[in-house]
């Protein structure tokens, strides 16, 4: 036989395939990423993002307001500004931390381009490959991402109604002692969890904060929902109780948008200069037309009425989604939450919330499946369903639409005997922001 | 001084609802983006209620449909694009509807003496009414081990598993039910896989280098969309025999299926020769790392703007008598049709 020209190396149709750093070499776009482009059309209820709801956001006065800027003070707007972020803007932000039962200074505050970067920042200064971070179980998909990202080792610590279970996070945190693993920082988000819809209660808070002093493990206190209770004031800040002791994380993009992209970190001191200096090496300073808008709003403006107003929508959306999760999906189980933006549903026994999504996709309803919100691929009976984008109208309808999903694939579990499994972490799946 | 003449106006559908409603925009803004270069005037359209007002308004000259999955490759859209009269690239919605249901195209291929894996269709509703077990074995007492579960409708490799030991079998079907309710479970075989690109050329048709795929595990979404999972050879490293012989088969079937202006048809080459046909593209990917891209990256955007013009000459009688919906029903003979003895009585 007659042999062709043979190409001694194939084509990977990227040239730069064998350059890449060790970790990014699991980045990859899933399958389960792409069936979030369908959430996208409007004929889909997305029960899947945590956009929040701004439509109630004072746009005439925020157009007048940012032309005032720019008219006043352009070039200063447009400029290049503090690594640490503008002291104005920091001086607003401990007033606002003070709704938390937090006294700090404006000294203590390094602002970033979201809370994201807080995350990332943290994570770069703290973690090397192979360190270990507790976090709940389960956990903010895109603060795992950040944790996959730099390699990190994730031991999840349940949770419970009440959030995280003080008994067993000093269990886990004593266990890992044990074994010569020293835990570098507890991860939590302790207002209305993102996935799990919970509120760490009042009496476990000293108790948790105790727990981390006791191990020498710092704290890392995510609270991007902590203003958005549906009927109550914030609890104490993890912070209140030991302000050494924990690195507290906030943001403007529930309590306002996300359109700044402005959230801060509040940190000890000696913590606090490692992360202005890293975060100048990523982006030099955050955004200063940002920081003058949104210090302008919060200076000005009735800021808290208008965050009352967001937590009467939400408390309507949330109380929505009970009624309707009541009314078409008895069969599960699923948190009350008393703020914030989810609930957390346990599927009926067999079902893979996971396996599930693309008929979820094809009868034109989202959720995010469990298996996102655990390092270990756990979670396949679980799924995340966020109440704070759609109308009330529409979460009766996304709902219904989904109890047709679940007892479609009940019966078909039912039939081939199958069930839920952990599924294996295939390397960083970064979270689309449909998922976040 | 002659007027210049006015750029083609071609409109480029990507999108819809659709399972693989990202790949679909990817390709849509990939081709778009060549077309332009090649002095065309193009606008991207999601499948959506905006069509027809946006198709009556601006005229196209071209329909180019790359919405992939149900209703961009089963027909609908291209019946769609016959009632209204307009020009499209790719086969019409006839001939769409029977190549990328992948039983129907099976069936077919066997008729026209093309290998394809030996298969069973099973809806879900059978299941249902004879118990999942008794079929399940069946199936693996039939089709032995290894098995390729997939949905009868969709690409991209979604829903699709390798089945190596009978117990993986239910979670496989569990899965492809999710994406359908028609699944096909095919027998495995071994080989090289290839994917072969073919374009209209005259009266009869081209086909573009042969593409071989290479992948440490399966050549899954993961592998199709992520650069660098899988390695591609072009031309693939076949024999010039074994080329041959695909080339044969594909314009085969290209030709009885009468796919038209272009088709990706993917096949397995075993090492006796054998060219297994496994499946038919009518609106091939054409993303970044899709495979008719590289089967015809040496000719570059001048074979995208071919394909463009040739259709832009095609006659079209007016709107609602295209060609697809005067055509004489044809039958189509798929051989010996009479039921088994069990079958009766």
């Not at chain 1, 402005?262 to 300073?285: Q, T």
């Not at chain 2, 591609?232 to 009885?256: K, M």
Request: charged residues 20%; hydrophobic residues 40%; aromatic residues 8%.
């Amino acid at each position: 036989m007659t042999q062709p020209p043979r190409p001694a190396r194939g084509n990977r149709l990227d040239p730069w395939f064998d350059s890449y750093a060790e970790r990014a070499h699991g980045m990859r776009a899933s399958e389960i990423r792409a069936l979030f482009a369908v959430a996208s059309r409007p004929e889909v209820v997305s029960l899947a993002g945590g956009m929040p709801n701004i439509n109630s956001l004072p746009l005439d006065y925020l157009a007048e307001l940012s032309a005032r800027i720019m008219r006043e003070n352009g070039p200063k707007a447009l400029q290049y500004g503090s690594g640490q972020g503008e002291i104005f803007m920091r001086e607003q932000i401990v007033e606002v931390m003070r709704y938390d039962a937090i006294h700090a200074h404006p000294d203590d505050v390094v602002i970033t381009t979201g809370s994201q970067q807080a995350l990332d920042l943290v994570t770069e200064i703290f973690i090397n490959p192979g360190d270990v971070i507790v976090a709940e179980a389960p956990s903010y998909v895109g603060a795992l991402g950040v944790f996959r990202a730099y390699q990190a080792d994730v031991v999840h610590v349940p949770l419970d109604d009440d959030g995280l279970i003080p008994e067993a996070l000093d269990a886990t945190l004593t266990r890992l002692e044990a074994e010569g693993r020293r835990a570098k920082f507890l991860y939590t988000v302790p207002n209305y969890h993102n996935p799990a819809g919970v509120t760490l209660s009042e009496e476990r808070r000293p108790r948790i904060v105790e727990i981390c002093k006791r191990h020498h493990v710092l704290i890392l206190e995510d609270n991007p929902y902590g203003l958005l209770g549906f009927d109550s004031d914030p609890l104490p800040a993890l912070k209140s109780y030991d302000a050494d002791q924990t690195i507290y994380l906030g943001s403007f993009s529930k309590m306002f948008g996300p359109g700044y992209r402005i959230g801060w970190a509040a940190a000890p001191h000696a913590v606090r200069e490692k992360l202005v200096l890293a975060s100048e090496a990523a982006i030099l300073s955050p955004t200063m037309w940002g920081q003058m808008v949104m210090t302008a709003y919060l200076r000005e403006y009735d800021w808290y009425t208008q965050v009352k107003e967001f937590r009467g929508e939400y408390r309507a959306r949330g109380n929505a989604m009970m009624s309707a999760l009541q009314e078409f999906l008895p069969e599960t189980r699923w948190t009350v939450p008393t703020g914030g933006f989810y609930t957390w549903v346990t599927l009926p026994e067999g079902l893979d919330a996971k396996a599930m999504l693309p008929r979820a996709v094809t009868n034109l309803v989202a959720y995010v499946s469990g298996t996102a919100f655990y390092y270990d691929g756990q979670g396949a009976d679980h799924m995340r369903l966020s109440f704070c984008y759609p109308t009330p109208e529409n979460i009766r309808e996304g709902v219904r639409r989904l109890s047709h999903v679940v007892h479609a694939e009940m019966e078909l579990v039912d039939m081939f005997g199958t069930g839920p499994h952990d599924h294996p972490a295939r390397g960083v799946e970064t979270p689309t922001p449909d998922q976040v | 001084m002659a007027a210049p003449t006015a750029a083609l106006k071609v409109a480029v559908v990507a999108g819809g609802l659709a399972h693989e409603r990202d790949v679909s925009i990817r390709s849509g803004r990939r081709v778009a983006q060549t077309l332009r270069d090649e002095g065309m005037e193009v606008r991207v359209w999601d499948l959506d209620a905006h069509l027809i007002p946006r198709i009556t308004e601006w005229q196209p000259d071209v329909v180019w449909p790359l919405v992939h999955g149900a209703d961009g490759e089963d027909g609908s859209l291209q019946d769609l694009f016959a009632l209204l009269g307009l020009r499209f690239v790719g086969a019409d919605g006839h001939q769409a509807r029977i190549a990328s249901h992948k039983p129907t195209a099976k069936a077919l291929m066997r008729a026209v003496g093309v290998a394809t894996p030996r298969w069973v269709t099973l809806r879900q509703s059978l299941f249902r009414q004879v118990g999942a077990k008794g079929v399940l074995d069946a199936i693996v007492t039939t089709l032995g081990l290894p098995l390729v579960v997939k949905p009868a409708d969709g690409g991209s490799a979604l829903g699709v598993t390798v089945v190596r030991d009978a117990t993986e079998l239910p979670e496989a079907m569990v899965g492809c039910f999710a994406y359908s309710d028609e699944a096909l479970i095919e027998e495995y075989v071994e080989g090289t896989e290839v994917a072969a690109s073919l374009v209209a050329d005259g009266d009869g048709v081209r086909v573009l280098p042969l593409v071989e795929i290479v992948t440490e595990g399966p050549y899954d979404y993961d592998a199709r969309y992520n650069a660098g999972r899988a390695e591609y050879f072009v031309p693939a490293r076949l024999t010039s025999e074994h080329a041959e012989a695909v080339r044969e088969a594909v314009s085969t079937v290209h030709e009885a299926f009468a796919l038209g202006d272009l088709s990706r048809i993917d096949v397995l080459v075993a090492a006796d020769g054998t060219v297994w046909v496994l499946d038919i593209n009518v609106a091939p990917g054409m993303t970044e790392t899709s495979l008719f891209p590289q089967a015809a990256a040496s000719e570059g955007g001048a074979l995208y703007a071919e394909i463009v013009r040739r259709v832009a000459e095609k006659d079209v009688t007016g709107p609602g008598i295209s060609p697809a919906l005067a055509r004489p029903v044809e039958t189509v003979s798929f051989g010996d049709s009479t039921p088994p003895a069990a079958y009766e009585g």
